[in-house]
């Protein structure tokens, strides 16, 4: 998933802050990490994530209705049409261009959701010596040419990271979880105290 820049509203009809709080919930953050694997219909992501055939659907409806999914194509199933969902990495990826901004307030309510989601999973972690993961939490001053190179780096890795996505429980793989947020922060400089400027 990201969280860069979206197209402005007169050229989509939605809105940066419609866009990004389709996402704002930890189910329709795991239907989007399902996605990027597999095409799946409603009846499916409510398998794997154990919830009801209408929650899947409610949730698949709104990030479908945000752009943020596609439908892939149609299936029967009992006499019915399915549709079948899928998350686009490439347009995901795509280079930005001309766009839009998101405002703070609607990223904030993403990395909520995203905390969230975290801390599940984190209940499923796996340790031991063929486990072993990375963890960085930094709040740093570094030179903005260097922060563009690591940002630039970073993002290329999840890019590819996400084209390796395979279908829940392929043969072969392991479950993994990958949460990056990186992004340049406001200068709070403290206002020093009366003391201190003596």
Not at 6 to 31: F, K, M, N, W, Y
Not at 60 to 66: D, M, Q, S
Not at 123 to 141: H, N, Y
């Amino acid at each position: 998933m990201s969280l860069g820049d979206e197209a402005p509203a007169a050229q989509t009809g939605r809105t940066v802050t419609g866009d990004l709080r389709a996402l704002a919930h930890p189910i329709r953050l795991r239907i989007l990490s399902l996605l990027t694997g597999a095409e799946m219909n409603a009846a499916e992501v409510a398998r794997e994530l154990g919830i009801t055939h209408a929650n899947a659907s409610y949730h698949l409806r709104l990030l479908l209705n945000a752009a943020t999914i596609e439908v892939a194509g149609q299936e029967k199933i009992r006499g019915g049409q399915a549709k079948r969902y899928r998350y686009d990495v490439d347009k995901a990826f795509a280079p930005r261009g001309d766009r839009a901004h998101p405002q703070p307030e609607d990223v904030q309510i993403v990395y909520a959701a995203l905390a969230a989601e975290l801390q599940r999973r984190a209940r499923a972690i796996v340790t031991g010596p063929d486990s072993v993961g990375t963890l960085t939490d930094a709040e740093l001053w570094i030179d903005l040419d260097e922060w563009r190179k690591i940002r630039d780096r970073v993002a290329q890795a999840s890019e590819h990271l996400h084209r390796l996505a395979q279908r829940p429980h392929s043969p072969g793989t392991v479950r993994v979880s990958a949460s990056i947020a990186l992004f340049r922060m406001h200068d709070d400089a403290p206002t020093p105290h009366p003391q201190e400027q003596a």
